[in-house]
Nanobody
Framework: QVQLVESGGGLVQAGDSLRLSCAAS????????MGWFRQALGKEREFVAAISWSGAVTYYTNSVKGRFTISRDNAKNTVYLQMNSLKPEDTAVYYCAAARTAAATMNRIDYNYWGQGTQVTVSS
């Protein structure tokens, strides 16, 4: 079992930055890949970023490349999502997720544990 708790969401203006954190407990954190997904009101949950167990491999959806950075601290059992140059279209509930394997993966089906989500709202 893995428990995930996100924090760091909030209301910001376009162009601002936020850093989301996801604290994990349960299974050994350094043995699995992690990901961030988001779900806007009335839309499907979509992939945002993923990171492998070591942090050596990362993936991003095209719309956030160059603005968002995923990272992890295995000593703190925490994964982060640094979000810069935020846009109104980034508004969504952001979820962190733990993968079944150590690899980074963009596929939602590869994740079997999810946090409760944190709201990010970007005003124009």
């Amino acid at each position: 079992q893995v428990q995930l708790v996100e924090s760091g969401g909030g209301l910001v203006q376009a162009g601002d930055s936020l850093r989301l954190s996801c604290a994990a407990s349960g299974r050994t954190f350094s043995t699995y890949g992690m990901g961030w997904f988001r779900q806007a009101l009335g839309k499907e949950r979509e992939f945002v970023a993923a990171i492998s167990w070591s942090g050596a491999v990362t993936y991003y959806t095209n719309s956030v490349k160059g603005r968002f950075t995923i990272s992890r601290d295995n000593a703190k059992n925490t994964v982060y999502l640094q979000m810069n140059s935020l846009k109104p279209e980034d508004t969504a509930v952001y979820y962190c997720a733990a993968a079944r394997t150590a690899a980074a993966t963009m596929n939602r089906i590869d994740y079997n544990y999810w946090g409760q989500g944190t709201q990010v709202t970007v005003s124009s």
